[in-house]
Every structure is written in C-alpha cells, then in structure tokens.
C-alpha cells in the first residue's frame, strides 16, 4: 500500500517526473533557438571561460578557480590515482577542519557529494569515487538558495531572472518514532528512504528526542529530497545591485545559477556572511521552476524563457568572436557525459 502511495503522489506531482518527460516538449523550443543560432549547440558561446560554457563535463575545480577568492570555501582538488596517503597528509596539514564535504570534479544533481567526518574516511572516498575530486571546508551557514543570472554582452548591467530557496530533509523528533518512522510520514521524505538506507544503515532506527532535530541530507539538492520554493520576488533593485556586481567579477559569465549558502537574508542582500557553494553554466536549470505551488506549465513557460536568454546571449558572444561546438564536438561532449554520470551511479 506504502508503494502505490507513493506511486500515485509522485504521478501527481510533476516535480517528481523524469527529465526526459518534463523536457520532451522543450526539445522542440531548443530546435527552434538551435535554428536561430544555425547550431545545435549554440550554448557554447554563452560563457567563453567556461568548458563548454557549462553545459556539461565542466571541471568544478577550474571554475572556483575563476570565482573571486572570498565567495569561495577552501577547496583541495585531487587527480585520480593520487597516493591516499598523500590526500590524507594534504587535507590534514591544510586546514580544513572536520565535517568537510568531498564531490566530483565533475558531476550534476548531487551525485558523489558526501559529507566527510574523519580523515580515514577520506581515504576510502578517494578509493571509490574513481574520478577527479574535491575536498570543501564545510560551509557553516544554515541557509542555501539558487540564484539565477543573466546579462546581455553588450549591456552594462545584467538581471536576476528567478531565485530558488531550499528547505533540507530535516526531521523533528517526538521521543516514540524512530527516523524510519518519522521519514515515512512524509512522501517526501519517504522517497529518499532507500539512499538514506545506504547512508545511516541501522542508524535510522535512533528515536529522536522531542523536538531534536536532525538534517538528514546536508545539500539544497532537489534529487536528494531538498524542497524547492520560489523566492523570485527576494530580487529588488537592492539584491539585484549586489549580485550583478558579485557576477561581474567572475570574467566572461553570463548565464547561468550560483547556489549559495548564508546567514540570513539581510546579509545576502548586503553581499556579507555568504559563501558560493557551485557556480553552474550553460547547462543551468532556472530551478523555481520546481516550487510544488507551481504547475508544470508555468515550468515550461519558464524553461522556453530562459532557452531564448540563453540563444541571444550566445549569439551575441558568437559575433564578438567565440565560437560554437562542433556537431562532433557536441556528440562527444554527450557520450563523455554519459559515462561520468553511469560511473558516478555506481559510486
């Protein structure tokens, strides 16, 4: 009975709906720019210092290297094949303090982002990812949101197109159930329960004091639980100031959403006690879009937007000399992308 509940809440609520179904009428909007732009994969063009514009198999590492220093936390990058000893003895003598977190170089909706406790640990994450990594001081702010961007190449000042708050997968104990219990009340919650399985194993059957409280997933990720909410209307003259500016001094970046954790909102808009968690490109999703209040119309409406800011920026940037992919450029990009994600899967 749970699974046909589940079922049936996730048929109804598109938020839950696979990619390809949510973005199957959008292909024919991306024909249309593609035409436009007289190439498939016009997106290219969009951030020039970007690989790929960010659209996919960027390195999250050479993008924090473009980030201006202060919005970022420390960061550690490490190749594949890298002695664990040696990645033991590095994030040990370089100050970053425990919890951390530990992420793919390359990777999208979470996938491959743990939260590390102790250095032994590691070391066996570094075993298993079987790619390029990162190891991240953990941020200590208790608020994260997306904030999507956009500037036209020839004006001044760019615009904030839709802001997305996140709420994490956070329980609240009753001193009776025990996390299982309290995950299953809400299908939410109780859609992560397989993955929160593999994470906490025999810890989900800890009972919760009243009113303790515990963050189950530690990432503002959508796949991984978090709930999405609008806060578009945050975008006034004063927070719009702030971010143009910040985005202006990240070189060649115009389209594209910076996932941020903060302190509160005051700060935020002021541009203090904030930290930038990714900076995503091309390849960004406006995730507004994915506030349960809205209707998988006003999704479409807002992805077909955001597909037309990101064909005008791109030809913009296409005549002021940067070019597009390649069709064969383009397909490689897809099948190298392909294998990342089927590899981090299996992680």
Not at 36 to 47: I, P
Not at 103 to 112: E, S
Request: aromatic residues 16%; charged residues 25%.
């Amino acid at each position: 009975m749970k699974k046909i509940k589940l079922f049936i809440h996730k048929l109804t609520h598109w938020e839950y709906w696979s990619f390809d179904v949510v973005y199957f009428p959008m292909y024919f909007v991306w024909f249309y720019y593609a035409a436009k732009a007289r190439s498939f994969f016009f997106f290219n063009a969009a951030n020039p210092r970007i690989k790929n514009a960010g659209f996919l198999m960027e390195s999250k590492k050479e993008i924090y290297d473009i980030i201006p220093p202060q919005f970022i936390p420390k960061t550690l990058f490490f190749k594949l094949g890298t002695d664990a000893g040696e990645i033991v003895q590095t994030v040990a003598s370089s100050g970053i303090s425990f919890p951390c977190i530990a992420k793919p170089d390359i990777g999208g909706k979470g996938r491959g982002v743990e939260k590390i406790y102790a250095l032994e640990d590691i070391a066996g994450y570094a075993q298993r990812i079987k790619m390029d990594f990162l190891v991240q001081e953990f941020i200590p702010y208790p608020e994260e949101v997306g904030i999507f961007y956009c500037r036209i190449p020839d004006q001044p000042d760019g615009f904030i197109s839709g802001i997305v708050a996140k709420e994490f997968l956070i329980v609240k104990g009753d001193g009776i159930s025990t996390l299982t219990q309290l995950i299953e009340k809400d299908p939410r919650y109780h859609l992560q329960l397989a993955a929160l399985q593999k994470i906490y194993g025999e810890g989900l059957q800890e009972v919760l004091e009243k009113d303790a409280v515990k963050n189950l997933v530690p990432y503002g990720n959508h796949a991984r639980g978090a709930k999405f909410i609008d806060v578009s209307h945050w975008a006034d003259e004063s927070f719009t100031k702030t971010f143009d500016n910040i985005f202006k001094q990240i070189p060649e970046f115009y389209f594209g959403r910076l996932d941020i954790m903060y302190s509160n909102l005051e700060d935020l808009r002021a541009g203090k006690h904030f930290s930038i968690v990714e900076l995503n490109g091309a390849g960004s999703e406006p995730t507004h879009i994915y506030d349960p209040r809205h209707s998988i119309f006003f999704a479409w409406k807002e992805i077909t937007r955001h597909f037309k800011l990101l064909c005008r920026i791109s030809i913009k940037n296409h005549r002021r000399g940067h070019r597009y992919l390649t069709v064969k450029e383009g397909m490689r990009m897809f099948k190298e992308n392909k294998a990342v994600m089927k590899n981090l899967d299996s992680f």
